[in-house]
């Protein structure tokens, strides 16, 4: 496995290769990440692993500075996994101001980008210019950040980009929490709490698989449960898989998402169910 830290490096290591999949990461690497890893081993011959945390799509009060930066650890786990670890300095990814963004779609001022204003159009933006630096034949990108997953897939199909998006399936601890590298920020009650949010979302899968549809009522009855237990709810919402808009019956797969704070941990989750019919 190689460590690259410069685009012209990288460039120069994957000219030869006709089959690249690519897991681009913010680092801190956990099983949920490793998992994407192996997806992308099963799609291409040349598998690369970018490692960078990204400014733009951190808000001014957020955890930028504090993200954890663990290249070395990161490294250890991507041995026999990875056979490139792209790991560029800021000025090699910005090289002068960025002037020029991504614009997302509206769907981007909803749900996580309410409570982010402009996260997912500095996500896009680096997602594009990874893109472009490592010409993938095929990425892979988590199904735990839902909306992010969207919004990468209309930009790849708006903008012709020639690449695949695979989505991998949430990886969950055995209580049910999806894998987070801000699940470490947890102390020992919230950690034991946290799993509470899965079983939320799971209640209202399964009361719709029962046949029940008042989304209003869920929503609002998984927003009191989870603020009666000391969460600050950004959101739960149903929504359409394709579109992401709220849920409709004229749509047979839908989507359960939330996110929510607990202590000063921000945690996300979702459950798609698809309806009998």
Known sequence: MQLISTTADLRARLAGEKSVAFVPTMGNLHEGHLDLVRIAREQGSCVVVSIFVNPLQFGPSEDFDKYPRTLEADCAKLQG?????????????????????????????????????GHFRGMATVVLKLLNIVQ??????????????????????????????????????????????????????????????????????????????????????????????GWAVDYVAVRNQSDLLPASLAQREWVILAAA???????????????AG
Request: proline share 6%; with cysteine; hydrophobic share 45%.
């Open 81 to 117: 996994l990875a056979d490139v670890v792209f790991a560029p300095a800021i000025n090699d990814m910005y090289p002068s101001q960025q002037t020029i963004f991504v614009e997302p779609p509206p769907i981007a001022n909803e749900l996580c980008g309410a409570a982010r204003p």
């Open 136 to 229: 993938p034949q095929v990425a892979v990108f988590g199904k735990k950040d839902y909306q992010q997953l969207h919004i990468i897939r209309r930009m790849v199909a708006e903008l012709n980009l020639p690449v695949r998006i695979v989505g991998g399936e949430t990886v969950r601890a055995p209580d049910g929490l999806a894998l987070s590298s801000r699940n470490q920020y947890l102390n020992a009650d919230e950690r034991a709490e946290a799993a509470f949010l899965s079983r939320t979302l799971r209640g209202m899968r399964d009361a719709i698989l029962r046949g029940e549809r008042d989304v209003e009522r869920f929503q609002r009855d998984a927003v009191t449960a989870l603020s009666a237990r």
């Open 261 to 275: 704070r607990l202590g000063n941990t921000r945690l996300l989750d979702n459950v798609e169910v698809a309806l």
